[in-house]
């Protein structure tokens, strides 16, 4: 009963806590990352921000060229520090001092910056050196505040960035409860500082992940916002409708459990790919745009729709990414999550005002990986590649020392045919084979594919994958 008690009342409280539109917009804003080799220059991809009638930026930066074509809009931006500057700046108040004078004092006001991030992610890294950063992240946060307030730039707010894996429950919402290593250490002076500034908690919330992981048990419509599927937090007593608002709730829950019921959310990345390798289930356009066209429809409707725990309340929310960016590492997914192409061509329509309602939208290709991949797979060299570049992968990969390419060495056998295309096909699916658990994926910079089809021949077999 008692519990009950304390979540009913944490419900009404949160209930009170209405955020008007003129202090918070829910215009929808988009994530211009840059790791592409063939993306727009930065003034052609203002230009395409522009024409969608998008509401804010995030950069993963503070690119000088972009904030200077950014001075003549009117989108609100949020910029970023890197995580490798964290620490130097938590020891160094002038360090602090400097990355403003370099970053926002040339360009402040005429570019509408209001978000300073300090780092992304930095919570999800744990090597020895990434736990001191965890150490410093509130720190510099308070560092970067300090000169802000020294140059009466308190308008702008600082945070950081978290993953979902910051919570160590997250179902149902109201258990929601920040992971122990970092619950007191970091989290909780972290909210207090949010709490302080009236600054806000920005948190990358990512649906397909939850869902990918377990589509068998987890409803897709209810990844999609798309049904009448609903489930009912036994401990709150909330009716969810889905999978985004139930984590949502859950980062709520976790602060109120800390002391902070009512510090303000960002989403800011969410999203949906629209391809992926072969073995993920459900990277495709139709998705990609029923989930996103929702979102839209979702955050920027009147009156707000706010979350189960904090009905009517504006969450500023910023869709991942603008564009495909092909040199982004690791699964498949990570190069296709763009609103657009590299060439500046959509990947399907939306409407990101989320006012044209009565928008009909070309027909979207048939869906068929919906279900989980079963079977075997190679990871081979990507045909049409630059054939020197696909040598010095052969050189990079074999030059390790563990044992992934002896069965290329001469006499033995998989050595021959003796061309670049074989070898190097041979020794990205013996890596991917051979340390694929430990978070290899089939990329190799671009040079590398999956195929179902089976490339040994008589003498030499393939080190495959299976699901």
Same mark, same amino acid.
């Given at each position: 009963?008692?519990?009950?008690?304390?979540?009913?009342?944490?419900?009404?409280?949160?209930?009170?806590?209405?955020?008007?539109?003129?202090?918070?917009?829910?215009?929808?804003?988009?994530?211009?990352?840059?790791?592409?080799?063939?993306?727009?220059?930065?003034?052609?991809?203002?230009?395409?921000?522009?024409?969608?009638?998008?509401?804010?930026?995030?950069?993963?930066?503070?690119?000088?060229?972009?904030?200077?074509?950014?001075?003549?809009?009117?989108?609100?931006?949020?910029?970023?520090?890197?995580?490798?500057?964290?620490?130097?700046?938590?020891?160094?108040?002038?360090?602090?001092?400097?990355?403003?004078?370099?970053?926002?004092?040339?360009?402040?006001?005429?570019?509408?910056?209001?978000?300073?991030?300090?780092?992304?992610?930095?919570?999800?890294?744990?090597?020895?050196?990434?736990?001191?950063?965890?150490?410093?992240?509130?720190?510099?946060?308070?560092?970067?505040?300090?000169?802000?307030?020294a140059n009466n730039l308190q308008t702008i707010k600082v945070g950081t960035p978290v993953a979902m894996d910051i919570l160590e429950t997250t179902f149902p919402p109201s258990r929601g409860t920040f992971r122990s290593d970092i619950q007191q250490t970091?989290?909780?002076?972290?909210?207090?500082?949010?709490?302080?500034?009236?600054?806000?908690?920005?948190?990358?919330?990512?649906?397909?992940?939850?869902?990918?992981?377990?589509?068998?048990?987890?409803?897709?419509?209810?990844?999609?916002?798309?049904?009448?599927? +609903?489930?009912?937090?036994? *401990? !709150? @007593?909330?009716?969810?409708?889905?999978? &985004?608002?139930?984590?949502?709730? /859950?980062?709520?829950?976790?602060?109120?459990?800390?002391?902070?019921?009512?510090?303000?959310?960002?989403?800011?990345?969410?999203?949906?790919?629209?391809?992926?390798?072969?073995?993920?289930?459900?990277?495709?356009l139709l998705n990609a745009a029923t989930y996103n066209r929702n979102l839209v429809k979702r955050i920027t409707a009147k009156p707000t729709v706010g979350t189960p725990a904090r009905p009517g309340v504006v969450i500023p929310t910023f869709i991942f990414?603008?564009?495909? +960016?092909?040199?982004?590492? *690791? !699964? @498949?997914?990570?190069?296709?999550?763009? &609103?657009?192409?590299?060439?500046? /061509?959509?990947?399907?329509?939306?409407?990101?005002?989320?006012?044209?309602?009565?928008?009909?939208?070309?027909?979207?290709?048939?869906?068929?990986?919906?279900?989980?991949?079963?079977?075997?797979?190679?990871?081979?060299?990507?045909?049409?590649?630059?054939?020197?570049?696909?040598?010095?992968?052969?050189?990079?990969?074999?030059?390790?020392?563990?044992?992934?390419?002896?069965?290329?060495?001469?006499?033995?056998?998989?050595?021959?045919?003796?061309?670049?295309?074989?070898?190097?096909?041979?020794?990205?699916?013996?890596?991917?084979?051979?340390?694929?658990?430990?978070?290899?994926?089939?990329?190799?910079?671009?040079?590398?594919?999956?195929?179902?089809?089976?490339?040994?021949?008589?003498?030499?077999?393939?080190?495959?994958?299976?699901?």
């Amino acid at each position: 009963m008692a519990t009950f008690a304390l979540n009913c009342s944490l419900f009404l409280f949160f209930s009170l806590i209405l955020i008007s539109d003129a202090e918070i917009s829910s215009k929808i804003g988009v994530n211009y990352g840059q790791l592409g080799n063939n993306l727009p220059p930065p003034n052609l991809a203002i230009e395409m921000m522009n024409s969608m009638k998008v509401g804010r930026v995030k950069l993963y930066d503070a690119n000088h060229e972009i904030l200077g074509n950014l001075s003549k809009t009117k989108f609100q931006v949020s910029i970023m520090i890197p995580n490798n500057e964290i620490s130097d700046i938590a020891n160094n108040q002038t360090r602090a001092d400097q990355w403003i004078s370099n970053n926002v004092l040339p360009f402040y006001p005429q570019t509408m910056i209001r978000f300073i991030l300090v780092g992304n992610e930095v919570l999800s890294f744990d090597s020895d050196k990434d736990r001191q950063v965890w150490n410093d992240l509130v720190p510099a946060m308070r560092r970067i505040w300090s000169s802000l307030k020294a140059n009466n730039l308190q308008t702008i707010k600082v945070g950081t960035p978290v993953a979902m894996d910051i919570l160590e429950t997250t179902f149902p919402p109201s258990r929601g409860t920040f992971r122990s290593d970092i619950q007191q250490t970091v989290v909780a002076p972290m909210l207090n500082f949010l709490n302080e500034t009236r600054s806000f908690f920005f948190a990358n919330v990512y649906p397909y992940f939850s869902w990918a992981a377990n589509p068998m048990n987890i409803n897709l419509d209810f990844a999609l916002f798309n049904g009448n599927f +609903e489930q009912i937090d036994g *401990g !709150s @007593g909330l009716v969810y409708t889905n999978l &985004l608002d139930e984590m949502l709730d /859950s980062l709520i829950f976790a602060m109120a459990k800390l002391g902070y019921p009512d510090i303000r959310l960002v989403i800011s990345e969410t999203g949906w790919p629209t391809a992926g390798d072969i073995e993920q289930p459900g990277a495709n356009l139709l998705n990609a745009a029923t989930y996103n066209r929702n979102l839209v429809k979702r955050i920027t409707a009147k009156p707000t729709v706010g979350t189960p725990a904090r009905p009517g309340v504006v969450i500023p929310t910023f869709i991942f990414a603008l564009f495909d +960016e092909n040199q982004k590492p *690791g !699964s @498949g997914t990570e190069r296709h999550w763009g &609103l657009l192409r590299s060439d500046g /061509s959509p990947n399907y329509q939306i409407d990101l005002t989320g006012k044209e309602s009565s928008v009909e939208y070309d027909p979207l290709p048939v869906v068929e990986n919906n279900a989980p991949f079963r079977g075997r797979l190679w990871c081979v060299a990507a045909r049409g590649v630059d054939l020197m570049e696909l040598e010095a992968a052969v050189d990079d990969v074999c030059g390790r020392g563990d044992g992934t390419c002896e069965a290329l060495s001469p006499g033995r056998e998989c050595y021959e045919p003796v061309s670049v295309y074989w070898h190097a096909s041979y020794a990205f699916s013996s890596y991917w084979s051979k340390f694929r658990s430990q978070g290899a994926s089939c990329y190799f910079n671009g040079l590398a594919e999956q195929t179902t089809v089976d490339p040994s021949n008589g003498s030499c077999r393939f080190p495959s994958v299976t699901f």
